[in-house]
Structure formats: structure tokens, C-alpha cells
């Protein structure tokens, strides 16, 4: 996965004004409790990160799951 597919996904699942404030403000304790951000920078795979991001946020993320 890309990155860019990762920001969509999460734009798909958590909406275009909210999206962005998540991948910057919340901690996923999946990914060492870093924010998608913070994980990205840190070098984890835009797959990881999305997968902890489905795992935390079930419901908002059903529909664009794997």
C-alpha cells in the first residue's frame, strides 16, 4: 500500500474535515501509541499502520477494510 492509499482510506472512513485531525492528533496504541503520522515518519508501512487503524476503529473503517 502507498501512502497516498492509506490518506484515502482514511479520508473514505473518517470524512474530509475529520481525517486529517486523525492521522495527527490520535494515538493508536497498535502503533506504540504514535498518531498515523507520527507512525509514517517513524518508517512504518502505510499497510501496518492501517491495519492497527482498522483494528483501533472497527466500525468507521468496515467498509474499506483490507
Same mark, same amino acid.
Given at each position: 500500500?502507498?501512502? %497516498?492509499? /492509506? &490518506? +484515502?482510506?482514511?479520508? /473514505? @472512513?473518517?470524512? +474530509? =474535515?475529520?481525517?486529517? @485531525?486523525?492521522? =495527527?492528533?490520535?494515538?493508536? %496504541? +497498535? /502503533?506504540? %501509541?504514535?498518531s498515523v503520522n507520527e507512525a509514517l515518519t517513524a518508517g512504518l508501512e502505510p499497510d501496518v499502520i492501517w491495519k492497527a487503524v482498522c483494528k483501533a476503529h472497527p466500525i468507521q473503517t468496515e467498509k #474499506? &477494510? #483490507?
Open positions: 500500500m502507498r501512502i %497516498s492509499d /492509506l &490518506r +484515502e482510506r482514511i479520508t /473514505l @472512513s473518517f470524512g +474530509e =474535515s475529520w481525517g486529517p @485531525s486523525f492521522s =495527527s492528533d490520535i494515538a493508536i %496504541s +497498535e /502503533l506504540g %501509541s504514535k #474499506y &477494510r #483490507y
